[in-house]
Each structure stands twice: as structure tokens, then as C-alpha cells.
């Protein structure tokens, strides 16, 4: 029982230790974008100049700013991957307020985001 004991620890030991010294060569990098407040259906009372800019077009400027951050060269800083192009994405995130918050105003009609 003890040896049978001793053998699955030493097995476990020397697991770890191959699968440490594995995962420690590995370099993987991940890059994402995160956003926030994407507010679909609003209008914005400005943006870039203009007034009374449907969402629609403040988030087609996001993506399109977004589509251009792969061609995008990281600062010469002597950081990660200092002076090299930023490369793929691997994901968005998106970290909420995707749309306003709409209650009922005493059964009436539907409240404005701005005085959520």
C-alpha cells in the first residue's frame, strides 16, 4: 500500500515537473480588443463635428478604427514587441451597455436613455 502510494506520488512528481518544464517554453500571446457602451438605438448629441449622430454611425467609426489596429505598430519603447506591427486579434470584448435602459414611465410612454 505504501509503495503502490509512493509510486503514484513519484508519478505525479515527475508529471508535473515534464508538464512545467513544457508549458514553460511555450510563448502564447494573446491580443484582444475591448470596447464598452456601444448604446445601439441612441443618437449622440456630437461626434467627429457633427450633431445628432445616430449610434449607428459613432459604432461603424469604432469598427472601422478597430479593422485598422492590426496594421497598427506597437511604440518603439523597448516594450513587448516594441516597433512591430500589433498583428491579429484573437477576440473582442465587449463589456456591456450594448443598448439604453428603457422602463415605463407610470405606463406611459417609454423613458428617454438620458434620464436613465
Known sequence: MVRGMRNALLFFLLWFVLISTFLAVQTVEVQFIVTSDSH?????????????????????????????????????????????????????????????????AKGAAIQAASAS
Open 40 to 104: 445601439y438605438g441612441i443618437t449622440r448629441e456630437g461626434f467627429r463635428g457633427r450633431t445628432n449622430v445616430s449610434a449607428t454611425i459613432v459604432n461603424a467609426a469604432l469598427v472601422q478604427s478597430m479593422n485598422r489596429v492590426p496594421e497598427t505598430t506597437f511604440p518603439t519603447d523597448g516594450g513587448l514587441r516594441s516597433g512591430k506591427p500589433v498583428g491579429s486579434i484573437d477576440f473582442l470584448v465587449d463589456t456591456g451597455d450594448i443598448c439604453n435602459r428603457e422602463e415605463a
